[in-house]
T-cell receptor, first 112, second 109 residues
Framework: DAMVIQNPRYQVTQFGKPVTLSCSQT?????MYWYQQKSSQAPKLLFH???????NEADTPDNFQSRRPNTSFCFLDIRSPGLGDAAMYLC???????????FGPGTRLTVT | DQQVKQNSPSLSVQEGRISILNCDYT??????FLWYKKYPAEGPTFLIS?????DKNEDGRFTVFLNKSAKHLSLHIVPSQPGDSAVYFC????????FGKGTRLHILP
């Protein structure tokens, strides 16, 4: 049974057109994370929510925003996607900060 | 600057033999190390971990060794099986978890 669900699995957007990726979890975990992974690179943490507290990584571009309307859902908004934003976006959850993370299958974003 | 380094992008091992995946790190404040396994079209899944106060942790066919003085850890899989073919990520924790780039393991029949 899926525990961390990401929709859609594949997303194509146009240069500069806002796009939203979604993540939901059935684990009731407190923490939700968004990672960006480019080809042959390490997953890079963009930000995380601990409950409703938002924590942005220092080097995350302003173009990337996130929303967590409730425990189960978290969204990644890219306001004006550039070609360099094409990547796999991974959502993860954990019960507490720095405890084991459970990943979703990812959304592969293509920017045309 | 990479704090967690997996210097081998890929590794091929004969089925039944031992697979050894290596990982080096630079931050002596890391207190916990993890290995994740990733199949195509799936997210990474947790495999095994080790605390910095230990030098070995074993779980079935998987053993992780930690050498703190060398800032090096390794994952041993023995015997290797076809289902072990995947990308393996080394990760380390201080105030957050930092991943390496991954090593693609191919198990040859």
């Amino acid at each position: 049974d899926a525990m961390v669900i990401q929709n859609p699995r594949y997303q194509v957007t146009q240069f500069g057109k806002p796009v939203t990726l979604s993540c939901s979890q059935t684990l009731n975990h407190n923490v939700m994370y968004w990672y960006q992974q480019k080809s042959s690179q390490a997953p890079k943490l963009l930000f995380h929510y601990y409950d409703k507290d938002f924590n942005n990584e220092a080097d995350t571009p302003d173009n990337f925003q996130s929303r967590r309307p409730n425990t189960s859902f978290c969204f990644l908004d890219i306001r004006s996607p550039g070609l360099g934003d094409a990547a796999m976006y991974l959502c993860a959850t954990s019960r507490a900060l720095n405890s084991q993370q459970y990943f979703g299958p990812g959304t592969r974003l293509t920017v045309t | 600057d990479q704090q967690v380094k997996q210097n081998s992008p890929s590794l091929s091992v004969q089925e039944g033999r031992i697979s050894i995946l290596n990982c080096d790190y630079t931050n002596s404040m890391f207190d916990y190390f993890l290995w994740y396994k990733k199949y195509p079209a799936e997210g990474p899944t947790f495999l095994i971990s080790i605390s910095s106060i230990k030098d070995k942790n074993e779980d079935g066919r998987f053993t992780v060794f930690l050498n703190k003085s060398a800032k090096h850890l390794s994952l041993h899989i023995v015997p290797s099986q076809p289902g072990d073919s995947a990308v393996y990520f080394c990760a380390a924790r201080d105030d957050k978890i930092i991943f390496g780039k991954g090593t693609r393991l191919h198990i040859l029949p």
